[in-house]
């Protein structure tokens, strides 16, 4: 088959990987969900090759997925995991979970759904990097990223772009502390959280 391609993919990456290569310097174990076409994870993968980086996306996307990793026969990309964020996660334990683009294609229940899931797959410690637009205090932060949401609610009314600090407050819930929140190119962010350790008397402590 033809593989997928977006744009947007081949505009970003780069920007992405230079967060990535600190962030995810320690992991070792990367679950991605909502790997899209495949682009990122390939580009991702050839690029930090001491990681093992999971695909996942709905079944629809898994073709294309699986042409991008057959292309690059990479050593460090399983096979991609069907997972849809409201249904059945898999068992496994990831240092790291990475996703891009993906909280402002979701319904907001699934939003929620995505984080109340993060810490049966994510490991003490993991890292937890999401990219995207985001709004601030509930406001656009670009005329862009307004345009942007008006055609995403045109298209579903359950889309739309996220404000930061709700999403900070589902991955607090979860037991994440923000750790960076870093400037991207046409008005997108990259924020990196950090799953709490159990302190001895079983409290969570946050990141100074």
């Known amino acids: 088959m033809d593989k997928p391609f977006a744009p ?16 995810f310097a320690r992991c070792r174990h990367v679950l991605e969900i909502g790997s ?7 580009h ?9 980086w999971q695909c996942s996306d709905r079944t629809e996307q898994l073709p294309g997925i699986r042409a991008w990793l057959a292309e690059a026969a ?7 995991l069907e997972l849809d964020v409201a249904g059945t996660w898999p068992h496994a334990r990831y240092d790291a979970v990475f996703s891009a683009n ?4 979701m319904g907001w229940p699934e939003v929620e759904r995505l984080f109340a899931c ?15 637009p985001f709004n601030r205090d509930g406001r656009y932060t670009s ?20 404000d930061a600090e709700a999403v900070d407050m589902l991955a607090r819930a979860a037991g994440f502390a923000l750790a960076q929140d ?21 409290d969570l402590p946050g990141i100074a």
């Open 8 to 23: 947007a993919c081949e505009r970003n990456r780069e920007p992405i990987l230079d967060v990535l290569r600190a962030a």
């Open 36 to 42: 899209g076409t495949g682009q990122h994870a390939v």
């Open 44 to 52: 991702f993968a050839a690029a930090m090759p001491w990681l093992d």
């Open 74 to 80: 990479l050593p460090n990309t399983p096979a991609p």
């Open 102 to 105: 993906t909280l402002h294609i």
């Open 118 to 132: 993060l810490p049966a797959v994510a490991g003490d410690g993991a890292v937890l990097a999401i990219y995207g």
């Open 143 to 162: 005329d862009s990223n307004a345009d942007f949401d008006r055609a995403l609610k045109a298209r579903d009314s359950r889309m739309g772009l996220r």
């Open 182 to 202: 870093h400037a991207m190119p046409a008005n997108n962010r990259c924020l990196v959280w950090r799953r709490r350790l159990p302190a001895a008397g079983g």
